[in-house]
């Protein structure tokens, strides 16, 4: 996204570990019913306007971009944040939505009498819990002490009693069941395979309390002069420390009585959010291989867990039941199974086929259309159109031209909803919907962020393209009439509400459970390009993870562990630490350049777009070479390419072109650079 202003930043230390003299106190006990932390709003001091003041890049809504082209942008809020609060239309409007969509999806049963779901039993929900977040062998008999203490050794200290509580509740229900319960954790980490794996505990130590103190001296939102004065309200989104270790310092300091006065009434205007520039780059989710992607859910379900302990979120899994398939080949089916058939036709998709000529057809007819997504369409037309595109859609025998942009708009809610399982999960659903009662923007936020990483890809890729064209809608408000809170609330029924799980939206005050609801709606529109990135403490979880595992195999046979040290390490070129300048060898997988290679001298200020452009210099400079193509004014363009971080403590990384390289040569010295094409994805994923 475009119109984005560039800072430079200082940066948090990302390093976040959990210490060993902390992980020998992780511990198997009888769960404890001693008082919990409530949530409480925490107190933002003024922004120190410090020498050292970081520089920013604000995420901001592509409404956000078309304002900031006048000169006035920055005094004048955007007409959905001008509608603090939906209005009576709005609120009239989602019931109606949610009325449309009982009678329409043929249930009634909104208290959940009837569900394609159902609530885990007595302990297996510990259990599923464990064994999602990877941590399924500390109730196994049969593991090795290594594998249980890999993924244990990245944990911060409120992430580990996350998962203690788990395994307490675990073994209570084993208990009841007249079961064994499992090995003692203490055991697992007195073993001298998982000491030599875990971090030094003076140095994590040190690090953690740095990290810690960062976020609690950082500038949390402008003081309230500045406000009167006219100047957005901003929010400051640091990544580098857990976001349960920021709920801990948050809850703290909303208990001192000095922060009172600084309290922020929260108006339903939403701030700009801006966000540290780490020197990494930004990962977004879609530049991770699979396999490290899975090791990022797993953590972010550890840190959601213990996030959602401290705000005393309750949130019950549901698992969905099996279903009988429709015969349909569009609506009512799995979103994986469609995808998978879409796939065969074109391999590259990434979402499905007829999501995307919907979605493109909209775009085209129905963004400028007033009152598109509240308007009901024909509902004759409506089940004609569907009839017909069930049966002609992959014929391509279907006239878009004929059809109302209100009857398309209508359909695409149909679609949604219909789904045998909820877009956004059955396990999750719950999740999602308790945002709402989260008092403080910033921990939503961290909470939404996390749920988008724990999404099936299928779903997660829906979701995204969904909600850039609702964005795309409230970008042409002054034509179609529908602001943000307009389109969020039309659009909330029909992700939070579903046949196959029970849900609380529509009970209490109709006002304000609409409100609410309507809320997350707006927050996943606004915010979704900061909540499809993958945060830096997550990031370096992962590395540290990756080094454990790589690690791992030096202690099955103690008496050759030494030997097999000495030889992985005289392997590998260890770099040199004193170097700061160090030479690096690029890889090159371009076309008929696969075996090419370049020489890159890397100092503190290269970065990532630095060796792109000198890699099109070198190589891609004239058409003749058949890598560029020759245009009719002149111009020449490329292939897109990419630089890719390849092995190390990483998968596959694709690099932000901000990364500075010398920090990510520090990071992963044993990393490959590769330049590669990027990935043809489907509607910009």
Request: with cysteine; glycine share 4%; net charge positive.
């Amino acid at each position: 996204m475009g119109g984005r202003e560039e800072l430079m930043v200082t940066r948090h230390d990302p390093t976040m570990q959990f210490s060993r003299t902390r992980l020998n106190r992780f511990r198997l006990r009888p769960k404890q019913t001693g008082r919990r932390l409530k949530p409480a709003t925490h107190i933002k001091k003024p922004r120190d306007p410090s020498p050292t003041e970081m520089n920013v890049e604000p995420w901001a809504s592509p409404q956000d971009q078309a304002a900031a082209e006048h000169t006035h942008a920055a005094h004048t809020p955007s007409s959905q944040d001008q509608e603090q609060h939906p209005d009576k239309l709005c609120l009239d409007s989602f019931w109606s939505e949610v009325e449309t969509i009982r009678q329409g999806s043929g249930y009634t049963d909104v208290d959940g009498t009837r569900r394609d779901s159902r609530q885990s039993e007595e302990g297996e929900q510990e259990e599923q819990w464990l064994a999602d977040a990877g941590l399924s062998t500390l109730i196994s008999e049969d593991s090795e002490d290594v594998d249980k203490a890999v993924l244990l050794s990245t944990l911060t200290r409120t992430q580990a009693e996350a998962v203690q509580r788990r395994l307490d509740s675990y073994t209570l229900s084993l208990r009841k069941r007249n079961k064994p319960p499992p090995r003692d954790v203490r055991d697992i980490f007195h073993s001298p395979i998982a000491q030599t794996l875990l971090p030094e505990s003076q140095d994590s130590e040190d690090l953690a309390q740095n990290s810690m103190a960062s976020v609690a001296k950082t500038p949390l939102s402008v003081t309230p002069e500045q406000q009167q004065r006219g100047a957005p309200k901003e929010e400051i989104f640091i990544t580098d420390v857990a976001y349960c270790e920021q709920a801990v310092i948050f809850l703290k300091q909303a208990k001192l009585p000095q922060n009172n006065s600084h309290r922020r009434k929260e108006d339903g205007t939403l701030p700009r959010v801006i966000c540290p520039q780490c020197r990494l780059g930004v990962t977004r989710i879609q530049d991770l291989s699979h396999t490290d992607m899975k090791k990022v859910r797993q953590l972010a379900l550890i840190d959601m867990t213990a996030l959602c302990d401290l705000l005393e979120l309750e949130v019950k899994r549901h698992k969905t039941c099996k279903r009988k398939i429709p015969e349909s080949v569009l609506f009512g089916v799995p979103l994986a199974a469609l995808l998978e058939n879409d796939q065969k036709l074109k391999p590259s998709t990434m979402t499905p086929l007829f999501l995307q000529a919907l979605l493109s057809f909209l775009e085209k007819k129905g963004v400028d259309s007033e009152g598109i997504l509240r308007v009901p369409g024909s509902q004759s037309r409506i089940k004609l159109l569907q009839q017909n595109l069930e049966s002609n859609f992959y014929s391509g025998a279907v006239s878009w031209d004929e059809i109302s942009p209100n009857d398309a708009a209508a359909l695409l809610k149909k679609f949604i909803r219909e789904l045998p399982s909820p877009l956004l999960t059955a396990e999750h659903l719950n999740t999602f919907s308790a945002v709402r009662d989260i008092s403080e923007l910033k921990q939503k936020l961290h909470m939404l962020n996390l749920l988008i990483l724990l999404l099936p890809e299928p779903n997660r890729n829906t979701l995204k393209v969904l909600l850039e064209f609702l964005s795309k809608v409230v970008s042409r408000e002054k034509k179609n009439r529908m602001n943000l809170w307009a389109v969020a609330t039309i659009m909330a029924p029909n992700l939070f509400l579903h046949k196959a799980v029970p849900s609380r939206l529509t009970e209490g005050a109709e006002k304000g459970q609409a409100e609410k609801a309507a809320d997350i709606m707006r927050l996943l529109i606004r915010y979704q390009d900061l909540l499809w990135t993958v945060p830096n403490f997550l990031m370096s979880q992962v590395r540290k993870l990756n080094e454990n595992s790589n690690r791992r195999y030096q202690f099955y046979d103690r008496r050759i562990k030494n030997l097999l040290r000495k030889i992985h390490t005289d392997s590998r070129d260890k770099p040199d630490k004193n170097t700061s300048e160090p030479c690096r060898t690029v890889k090159i997988q371009v076309g008929d350049l696969v075996s090419s290679t370049m020489e890159v001298q890397v100092n503190v200020s290269s970065r990532a777009s630095d060796l792109l452009a000198q890699f099109q210099r070198q190589f891609m400079s004239t058409p003749e070479n058949g890598k560029g193509k020759l245009r009719r004014n002149g111009s020449i363009t490329y292939p897109e390419c990419a630089i890719y971080e390849v092995g190390g403590n990483i998968g596959e990384h694709c690099l932000d072109p901000d990364t500075h390289l010398l920090d990510l040569y520090n990071s992963n010295p044993g990393g490959e650079w590769v330049i590669k094409l990027k990935p043809n994805g489907s509607r910009g994923l």
